[in-house]
């Protein structure tokens, strides 16, 4: 099958003359099992241990209390990590290697795999939504992380055409396959996406032991259930808030006029426009010909986003009667920034409305979207900054004609312990991945079962190998979907036995500290702060020609009005503030900060006729 193996490296270091906790909160590729969390501590290397997490909490804190260096990983309810280094000592560095894993998906006949490295900003309450203070993300644009990639690509894959829209990469050949490598230096402020087209979707299945009894794991590729031929109608619905100004803006404007030059004209659609508020502005359907299209067209260009924040929510409920009332399935166009869209999943899941999602930008909320479109019945596509966002289209207009394999069982001698439920629908071109725990080595083939709506049902033989390997991180893939199904309690045991973190479990290490060298002198927190996502809110787009106005300096604020890229301002306040006493240079930098500050809050309330200030002297 397609599995992806994962390392991700995080230094840090305390250059301060303190002792610091240092608390980063980070994401994993969506849908991927963390596996595990090896460290290095000055010349020591271990392996993090995984407790429950109430335990994990009293030990972290009782170790920092006791003078010694205690590190905690720990899952946030939003599926986002956070790692906290207690009482690093001035000088003293620590490095994290998170290892995680994923059987991938093809999705239309592709794969597409986006490594996400920075958490944009999110509207509404990170509190509401699970995360502590502590570890609740935010982002400084003075923030600059530097990011290199290196991945191999063995079997099958290695043969498909390798692509990035988002970095530009180098490929070579290694050993059973190629490896892709980030072409020059990058930054933590977009998803690393990696596509490969022509995989060639094949019946494979493998055997892996376990605890329980043995895994196994499949990957089907079913035929796709007939298309419907009667017309369809497209609720369409635009976040319009401040996120996703500049180059996300054009590129969901190019994917709705392009859904609507390829679709028939006995097809018909709404419009619904979003941000803080919900406003409908085609509530009756209008069909898809020309007059249609130029009232499309109209409308699309006197949109901006100008509509506050992303009450995606709101704009959902809002929606949903219509599609209700005159049938169809939604079109949500969004960057997916809030804090509130995994609560919509139980009320939308039994509405009976398909949701199909495009997340656009540098950095989408991809996993929240991809559960928000999962648990009604649709599909999520993605496109990168300055990517064809009309492929995007076209395949979800080609999904939305088709029925979708929802449900999969497993047909065998014995009841099996556990099959794991689809972890989104299959459309055409999409294959299905079958994880479930067998009791013994099946004697025999075994019989998958998919089923779709109206009683459309398609069988696959799955023939495993005739003895189950040894496979550690296949056993924890499969045990935490395992876990996903348990009650809590049961849950938390598999979690611990096999070395995975959860909600309720977190890894934990301490490392003990002779009498003279412990550290117990009050600790500052500091929280790393992430890098702003490229082009959100329309910062540090494709930059253009700017002149500031005479007798002024450039200013971030004057950067951002213009298209310019922040970064490059930031180098010539820097330069200039090197010119100058530290006293100066110090005063400056704190002005700089508030207005930065300001910059953010001011994006995300979208006000932009925000005013600069006179830049500072």
Known sequence: GLLLEGKLQQHFKNESGRPIEIVYTFPLVAGATLLGVDTRVGEKHRTMTVAPAA??????????????????????????????????????????????????????????????????????????????????????????????????????????????????????QCEDGVRVSSASPGGLDRDFVLMLDNVALEHTAAL????????????????????REDAMIIHMVLDCSGSMAGESMAAARR?????????????????????????VLIEKPLRFDDAGKAALRALLNTLDANMGGTEIDAALRTVLPLARASGGDM?????????????LCLSLARSGVRVFAIGVGAAPAEGSLRALCACTGGAAAFVATHEDVSAAATAHAARMRLCAWRSLELASESTPLFVAPLAAPAFAGDSVTLLAVLETVPAHPLEAILRAGGGVTTRAVVAPPPRAAH???????????????????????????????????????????SAEDKEFRPMDTIKVR??????????????????????????????VDAGEDPKRIKRLHQARRRERPRGAETGERAHLRARYA?????????????????APE
């Open 471 to 513: 496979s550690h991180a296949l056993a924890q893939l499969v045990a935490a979907e395992w876990a996903r199904a348990l009650p809590a309690n049961e849950s938390e045991d598999l979690c611990l036995r096999y070395g995975l973190i959860s909600e309720r479990t977190s890894g934990f290490l301490v490392k003990p500290r």
């Open 55 to 172: 335990l994990v909490e009293t030990a972290y804190e009782d170790a920092i209390e006791d003078g010694d260096l205690a590190i905690r990983v720990e899952r946030n309810a939003t599926g986002l990590y956070t790692a906290s280094l207690g009482n690093l000592k001035p000088g003293e560095d620590a490095k994290l290697v998170i290892r995680f894993g994923q059987v991938l998906r093809i999705e239309a006949g592709r794969l597409r795999i986006a490594f996400p490295t920075t958490i944009a900003p999110r509207y509404g309450d990170a509190a509401a939504a699970g995360l502590s203070p502590e570890a609740a993300p935010e982002t400084d644009l003075f923030a600059e992380y530097p990011f290199e990639a290196s991945l191999a690509v063995h079997g099958a894959m290695a043969r498909a055409s390798l692509s990035s829209p988002s970095h530009p990469i180098e490929i070579s």
């Open 598 to 614: 300001a910059l953010v809050a001011a994006i995300k309330r979208n006000f932009h006729a925000f005013e600069a200030d006179e």
């Open 208 to 227: 892996v032991e376990m605890d329980e009894g043995v895994a196994l794991i499949a990957a089907l590729a079913p035929p796709p259930p007939q298309p």
């Open 331 to 343: 079109l949500v166009i969004t960057d997916g920034q809030t804090w509130h869209a995994d609560a």
């Open 255 to 279: 994917a709705l006029l392009g859904m609507a030059a390829m679709l028939h004209e006995r097809d018909a659609f709404t419009l619904t426009a979003f941000g803080s508020e919900a406003g």
């Open 530 to 559: 992430q890098q702003l996502a490229a082009g959100w809110g329309g910062v540090g787009g494709a930059p253009h020609a700017f002149t500031p106005r005479a007798g002024r300096r450039l200013s971030l604020i004057d950067a």
